[in-house]
């Protein structure tokens, strides 16, 4: 497949082209990595994620209550995109509301991972991985709420960015967990990684938590020899499976003669990341998800009163991973609960927070496994709390707020992707690209 960069030096008739091959090949892939092939604007085809509005198309984030839903405006990131030579092209299939690890619990059925069709591709954004990864996709949005994008490009073997909160506005994309979700690229190198996220960004006066400072271009002046401290946490490593393990210690030692500088941290509150990421983002989602009622958008099930429209709406209309959430949130907000879990939780947050920040004290940038394993087996992340557990290196950067990046480094003997991710300071997105751009050429990876 051409890269992003290369594709923007193409003519309109070669790009009409290759969206009517992305369509005949996404087809004929049987991955289910597209629920639609819409098309808006003109240039260069981005996948979209069904939970980014794009102006009159069907939105749907993958659940049975949003069918019917028509887009009535168009999500900011869509509309910058638009005004960088690029288009919105299909629409990529996602966990329900972006919830989950697997993109098993969409509405549209499984997404299947190219490097081996009976793993799946992660999750939540798994559609947009699995299309780049699978040669059906230049590039992707996904958002990313506790890893969503960083952990899909991970078993899929492509590169996946998460910007800093606030960085990307949220306008226009499907809130999960308010506090937690940013839209970002996922490509197949670090440098297209950049183009998209640059089109992507800026100030948004729409979105009210969307930062207001002048950002740099990164693409144009991405340094792959920029020398930097980079932080590894060796009490973090040790849950991650023997072959991630390698494949980190491997990527230290490469990062090490590229000529950066490894220093060793060590972090204490970890252990509290997945509690406190499943109650903060439970309680977000089911506030959010309220809305949904049968009333103002997508499906209405039949019903005699007020009361039961609601009722039935909802029991038939969302999965059963989101109603677990909706049922975990509002326990966790309701009033004889809400000072032992959620204000804890947001207690520990900061706490989270301070602890990255100390690092960043002495570091430019933290080196992290993405995942404990590659990507599990379609079917066997049945068990909630099993799959919760799958998010421990991710969650914790979206409570901090913080940048990452995930690129895949090796794989293993089934030939199945490992990645690992990068994280800087926030705002510090330039410093990110650029680690990430030298890890790029030191791993070698499709090599
Ligand atoms: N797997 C995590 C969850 O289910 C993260 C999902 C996401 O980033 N959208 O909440």
Redesign the pocket.
Known sequence: MITLKEALTKSSEELAELRAELETKAKESGLNAYVGFESSGKGVPILIKDNIQVKDWSVTSGSKILQGYIAPYEATAIKNLKSKGMMAFGRANM?EF????TTESSFYGATKNPHGTDRVPG???GGSAAAVAGGIAIAALG???????R?PAAYCGVVGMKPTYGRVSRFGLAA??SS??QIGPIAQNVEDAAILYDAIKGHDDKDSTSADFEIEDIANNLNPDAKLTIAVIDNYISEADEDTQKAYADTVKVLEEAGHTIVHKNMQNTKYDIAT??IL?TAEAATNLARFDGVRYGTRAESKSTEELFFNTRSEGFGT?VKRRILLGNFVLSSGYYDAYYVKAQKVRHLIRDEFNAIFEEADLILSPVAPTVAPKIGASEDPLE??K??MY??AI?LAGLPAISLPVAKDDEGMPIGLQLIAKAFNEKTLFDGASSMEKAVNYSK
């Not at 972006?98 to 690890?101: C, E, R, T, Y």
């Not at 958002?143 to 994008?149: A, K």
Request: hydrophobic letters at 25%; a negative charge.
């Open positions: 966990d972006a919830m989950g690890s999750g939540s954004s958002s990313d709420t506790g890893g969503s994008i952990q999960y967990a937690l979700d990421y499943y983002a991973e799959m919760y799958s998010d991710t969650i979206n």
